[in-house]
């Protein structure tokens, strides 16, 4: 898991893993750019923050830039539509899901 892609690798995958709030607040790990590219698309939406996350993982997809540069840049239109789960495995466990987070 370099967050590059390498010839073994069938996509590239992030360092860390990026958490966001799916349904009635449950937590959604993404581990890859391709998860994280299925998730964007099916964003209902057409903000300038979920075009930038689209371009950054088809780019890193294509090998044009690196998984964790994608993985940024998804994390920001995550935290823009208040979806990024940044609390604890155990507030999430317990249902937690802050106040304002947008249901999908």
């Keep these: 898991m370099t967050g590059r ?3 073994n690798d069938a996509f590239p995958t992030f360092r860390k893993p990026v958490r966001v ?5 449950f937590p959604r790990q993404l581990n890859s750019v391709v998860d994280a ?4 698309i099916d964003w209902c939406g057409n903000s300038p923050e979920q075009k930038a996350a689209i371009r950054a993982c088809k780019a890193a997809l294509a090998g044009e830039i690196d998984a964790e540069t994608a993985r940024g840049i998804f ?4 935290r823009r539509k208040d979806i990024l789960a940044e609390q604890s495995p155990r507030n999430c466990v317990a249902g937690f899901r802050p106040s304002g987070s947008a249901i999908l």
């Design 21 to 25: 709030w799916v349904g009635l607040g």
């Design 5 to 7: 892609k390498e010839e």
């Design 37 to 40: 590219y299925q998730f964007v």
């Design 75 to 78: 994390v920001q239109f995550a």
